[in-house]
Every structure is written in structure tokens, then in C-alpha cells.
């Protein structure tokens, strides 16, 4: 079987305090970065032990993974096992990256986000143009408010030209024709982002060759449609898998849109859906 996993254990702790993320600056107490340790630990011995699969998996925590030693651990250990073609997360890249050293670059990959005003510019472009010599795979991106354009441009302009720069539609923002034009100058996909997607109906690769797991091993089709599907350590989410048409109104989130079958997305990230890198860098 070839599956895909989208995992968000109980990590909800960020070292950001980014005013547009309901999480920044949240803290674990002790217990819950405990459990959260022991979750992954779990998942990561499972996934070690599914060698007559085929699996690519995406960590998307809530909170900053990589400054938790756990999660550096295992992304580097994940990366060297034979079945598992992919492993990528999001990140913030505040986290050191000496690592990276110990993580396989063709399994690894990063997605990164730049958040201005939360780490100082010279330091998280010299952490890319480290990725970028130690020959990881990853993407940049921002999310597109009118004040970051210029931090975006400037970092369009300084990024190894490899490197894909995205733009995230900002919450709840409408975006003018000009305003577009300006982000899609800068990221030839940003129409995909601007508008929510409308999905209900719609044929969708989630719940049938990708699936969302939590920390307790729940399984859903997406981080977006709650309906339970069984549980991983069980094996009774298998029998579930199957095509199924989406059952929300629209879909807004790309690690959600990106598995629609009616959008061309696994043609145009062919061989970097994870981690947000296009097949080839496209052009307006």
C-alpha cells in the first residue's frame, strides 16, 4: 500500500508570538510535552515497522516541532528507513540545523515559514542558504498580509533561485485584483491560495491513499473533516480506506486543496507535495 500521513500529535506549544496564529507563544506544561514525546515515539515506531508499505509522511504541528529535541531525532531516523519515500515538516526554522548532518536529503524535506518580526531577517535566510548547502529539499514561504510584501520581495531577491518561495492567502483578508497581482508576481500558484476552494462532492485523495493521524492514533480522512475512520495501531482504519467524495463546502487550507483530484497540484509539486516544492519553479 502506498499512504500517505499527515500526523499532528498534542504539540501546541510556539516559540512565536505571530498575532495571526491562535497558538503563538503557547506553553506545554511538562506532562503534555511528556505525552506528546511518547505519541510520536508510537507513530514513529509504527511507521518503522510498515516495510510492506510504501509511506510518506508530513508532521504538522500546531506548535514549533523542530526546537524540541524529539522531533529532530526522529525526522533523522524516519529519513533513512527504505519504505518511507518522504518525510517533511513545518516549520518556523528557529531551530538550529547541525542535525540535519545525521537526516538522508533525498527522504528529508522542510517547509518553512518566515514570519516577520519574530526572528531577525539575516538569521533565517542564513539558516536557508544552510539548507541549501547541505543539499535539503525545502520551500519558503510567507503569509501574504499587505505589510509582509516587502519582507517578501526582499526575500524572493536573496533566496538560491531553487528556491520556491510561496504565499499564503491571509485569513479572512479579500484580496483586490492589484493586491493579487503584486503576490502572484512573487508566487505564480498565490491564485490557488487567494480564493477557498469549493470541494463539497468533489472527488478527493483524503480517506483513500491519505489520511490525518493524531496522537492517539486516530485516523480521518483530513485534519478538516472530523469523522473517524478507525485507529492506526489497531489496523481498523484500512478496511475504511476508500475514494470518497469531499463532504465540506470548500476547502481553504493547502495541505487540505492539495488533494483534490479536480485542482492539477500533484502534477504541478510532482515529487515535493509534502514539502511544498514544485516540480519545476513556476513562472507568472
Given at each position: 500500500m502506498d499512504l500517505t500521513i499527515l500526523y499532528r500529535?498534542?504539540?501546541a506549544s510556539c516559540d512565536y508570538d505571530c498575532p495571526y496564529c491562535p497558538f503563538a507563544k503557547r506553553r506545554d506544561s511538562r506532562a503534555q510535552l511528556t505525552a506528546d514525546r511518547e505519541a510520536l515515539a508510537r507513530f514513529a515506531d509504527w511507521a518503522t515497522a510498515r516495510r510492506d508499505d510504501r509511506l510518506s509522511l508530513l508532521f504538522t504541528p500546531w506548535g514549533e516541532g523542530l526546537v524540541r529535541s524529539w522531533y529532530r531525532r526522529t525526522l533523522a531516523e524516519l529519513s533513512h528507513q527504505p519504505h518511507i519515500d518522504r518525510v517533511a515538516i513545518q516549520t518556523n526554522l528557529s531551530c538550529r540545523t547541525?542535525?540535519?548532518a545525521d537526516a538522508d536529503p533525498d527522504t528529508l524535506a522542510l517547509w518553512c515559514t518566515y514570519h516577520p518580526g519574530q526572528t531577525p531577517?539575516?538569521?533565517?535566510?542564513a539558516k536557508c542558504r544552510d539548507l541549501a548547502a547541505r543539499g535539503i529539499r525545502f520551500?519558503?514561504?510567507?503569509?501574504?498580509?499587505?505589510?509582509?510584501?516587502?519582507?517578501?520581495?526582499?526575500?524572493r531577491a536573496d533566496l538560491p533561485a531553487h528556491v520556491y518561495l510561496w504565499v499564503n492567502a491571509a485569513e479572512g483578508h479579500t484580496y483586490t485584483d492589484p493586491e493579487a497581482d503584486a503576490w502572484t508576481?512573487?508566487?505564480?500558484?498565490f491564485p490557488y491560495s487567494r480564493h477557498p476552494h469549493r470541494s463539497a462532492g468533489l472527488p478527493c485523495r483524503t480517506g483513500a491513499s491519505v489520511v490525518s493521524v493524531d496522537g492517539?492514533?486516530?485516523?480521518?480522512?483530513?485534519?478538516?473533516v472530523?469523522?473517524?475512520?478507525?485507529?492506526?495501531?489497531?489496523?481498523?482504519?484500512?478496511?475504511?480506506?476508500r475514494p470518497r467524495p469531499c463532504p465540506l463546502a470548500v476547502c481553504d487550507c493547502h495541505i487540505g486543496y492539495v488533494h483534490l483530484e479536480t485542482l492539477p497540484l500533484y502534477d504541478v509539486f510532482a515529487g515535493g507535495v509534502l514539502e511544498r516544492v514544485p516540480a519545476a519553479l513556476p513562472t507568472a
Amino acid at each position: 500500500m502506498d499512504l500517505t500521513i499527515l500526523y499532528r500529535g498534542p504539540l501546541a506549544s510556539c516559540d512565536y508570538d505571530c498575532p495571526y496564529c491562535p497558538f503563538a507563544k503557547r506553553r506545554d506544561s511538562r506532562a503534555q510535552l511528556t505525552a506528546d514525546r511518547e505519541a510520536l515515539a508510537r507513530f514513529a515506531d509504527w511507521a518503522t515497522a510498515r516495510r510492506d508499505d510504501r509511506l510518506s509522511l508530513l508532521f504538522t504541528p500546531w506548535g514549533e516541532g523542530l526546537v524540541r529535541s524529539w522531533y529532530r531525532r526522529t525526522l533523522a531516523e524516519l529519513s533513512h528507513q527504505p519504505h518511507i519515500d518522504r518525510v517533511a515538516i513545518q516549520t518556523n526554522l528557529s531551530c538550529r540545523t547541525d542535525w540535519l548532518a545525521d537526516a538522508d536529503p533525498d527522504t528529508l524535506a522542510l517547509w518553512c515559514t518566515y514570519h516577520p518580526g519574530q526572528t531577525p531577517y539575516d538569521r533565517f535566510l542564513a539558516k536557508c542558504r544552510d539548507l541549501a548547502a547541505r543539499g535539503i529539499r525545502f520551500s519558503v514561504g510567507v503569509v501574504g498580509l499587505p505589510e509582509h510584501l516587502e519582507h517578501a520581495r526582499r526575500l524572493r531577491a536573496d533566496l538560491p533561485a531553487h528556491v520556491y518561495l510561496w504565499v499564503n492567502a491571509a485569513e479572512g483578508h479579500t484580496y483586490t485584483d492589484p493586491e493579487a497581482d503584486a503576490w502572484t508576481a512573487l508566487d505564480p500558484l498565490f491564485p490557488y491560495s487567494r480564493h477557498p476552494h469549493r470541494s463539497a462532492g468533489l472527488p478527493c485523495r483524503t480517506g483513500a491513499s491519505v489520511v490525518s493521524v493524531d496522537g492517539d492514533g486516530t485516523v480521518r480522512r483530513c485534519h478538516f473533516v472530523r469523522a473517524e475512520l478507525g485507529n492506526l495501531y489497531d489496523g481498523s482504519y484500512r478496511d475504511a480506506l476508500r475514494p470518497r467524495p469531499c463532504p465540506l463546502a470548500v476547502c481553504d487550507c493547502h495541505i487540505g486543496y492539495v488533494h483534490l483530484e479536480t485542482l492539477p497540484l500533484y502534477d504541478v509539486f510532482a515529487g515535493g507535495v509534502l514539502e511544498r516544492v514544485p516540480a519545476a519553479l513556476p513562472t507568472a
